[in-house]
């Protein structure tokens, strides 16, 4: 064999184990990553939320058996004139008695320095809400959302989007 030959097997076997180490890195990382069972999320005209605006969100359960964690994203503007949001959360399971709830979610720190992500004038924020839960029965639930801000004229202004995300639980 020829010196020239035993460099390009050499050269050919390094690129072969880079692409399969490659190619198991990049299914290690996908098969890691979760994926939500439900996101949806609502956009707010003009950033104004209007207090007898309610957010109606729809999510089929196939099966009670799972275990899932439940939580709200915040979308908000730097022209958000507060440092929490509060909120008269209604979760509707297909056939039996509706769940009230009311929650305060932290927007900002005391300092005023916004939490979560930020791009721009706009700010990010995943809040866990429900977490390791189960839907009882199979079918369709409705969460429905009402903001309980206190503002003069019943329009909170300043948010821009909300959205809930049902993930599984590990």
Known sequence: MKVNEIRFRRKG??????GVLTLI????TNSCVKKPVVE???MLPHSEWHQDTI???EMNIPDPKKVYNLSFTVRNEGRYTYSNLWLFVSIEPPSSKVINDTLELTLAK???EWLGSGLGDLYDRKYPYKQTIFFPEIGKYTISVRQGMRTPNGILKGIHDFGIALDKAL
């Open 25 to 28: 890195t990049v299914l290690t």
């Open 110 to 112: 005391p300092s005023g």
């Open 13 to 18: 076997n390094y690129l072969f184990v880079l």
């Open 55 to 57: 957010l109606i969100f």
């Open 40 to 42: 949806d999320y609502r």
